[in-house]
């Protein structure tokens, strides 16, 4: 069963515009992760928040954390072209952090 | 390393044929899973191994499906018989294991193998 429930399922911006995806989970967690997916290739782990963080960033990449709401969000600022990907986010359920679930992705398209 | 190596890259078959996919895990790591990408389901877990034991396969989907790991470098996902509906992408993936300070839980994904089943 699906652990994270991204939104929106698909989000089209223009190149140089911010994108943000969401994404929500149930169940207590020790870290979160997000990952992307370009078509036809396996998923790539972009960045990891641990549950004791609220914000992290990598590059043009910045991740949030809201335990309380248990929700994450994903900002990929100044958005280019090959920036269109699907992503996903990732948690581990309980205290077995290799059991990890990924949500439907946001499917993210990049006009030039 | 040459990461996750899943073979074969595309695979088709009629239905009724034993279909057999392998994946050759990053060194060193101690966990693998599969994956079934489709796009009605998106990405579901099948089953994962921790040291070449099977820990949970609650998301196989029936008896025709199996997977062993009969040692640390090596992985198989079998379908016998296999049926139309199965045809999805199969995404092997590795990762380091738990401890020490540092998050392992980064899973490291094949480049998976597209299967159709006519």
């Known amino acids: 069963s699906q652990q994270g429930e991204e939104d929106p399922q698909a989000l089209s911006i223009q190149e140089g515009e911010n994108a943000t995806m969401n994404c929500s989970y149930k169940t207590s967690i020790n870290n979160l992760q997000w990952y992307r997916q370009n078509s036809g290739r396996g998923l790539v782990h972009l960045i990891l928040?641990?549950?004791?963080?609220r914000e992290k960033h990598s590059g043009r990449l910045r991740v949030t954390l809201d335990t309380s709401k248990k929700s994450s969000s994903l900002l990929i600022t100044a958005s280019r072209a090959a920036d269109t990907a699907s992503y996903f986010c990732?948690?581990?359920?309980?205290?077995?952090?290799?059991?990890?679930?990924f949500g439907a992705g946001t499917r993210l398209t990049v006009k030039p | 390393d040459a990461g996750v190596i899943q073979s074969p890259r595309h695979e088709v078959t009629e239905m009724g044929q034993e279909v057999t996919l392998r994946c050759k895990p990053i060194?060193?790591?101690?966990?693998l899973f599969w994956y079934r990408q489709t796009m009605m389901r998106g990405l579901e877990l099948l089953i994962y191994f921790n040291n070449n034991v099977p820990i949970d396969d609650s998301g196989m989907p029936e008896d025709r499906f199996s997977a062993k790991m009969p040692n640390a470098s090596f992985s198989t996902l079998k379908i016998q018989p296999s049926e139309p509906r199965d045809s999805a992408v199969y995404f092997c993936?590795?990762?380091?294991?738990?401890?020490?300070?540092?998050?392992?839980?980064?899973?490291?994904f094949g480049a998976g193998t597209r299967l159709s089943v006519l």
């Open positions: 928040i641990r549950s004791n963080e």
């Open positions: 990732a948690t581990a359920r309980g205290y077995n952090n290799n059991d990890m679930r």
């Open positions: 060194s060193g790591h101690d966990y």
């Open positions: 993936a590795s990762s380091l294991g738990t401890g020490g300070r540092k998050a392992k839980n980064i899973q490291y």
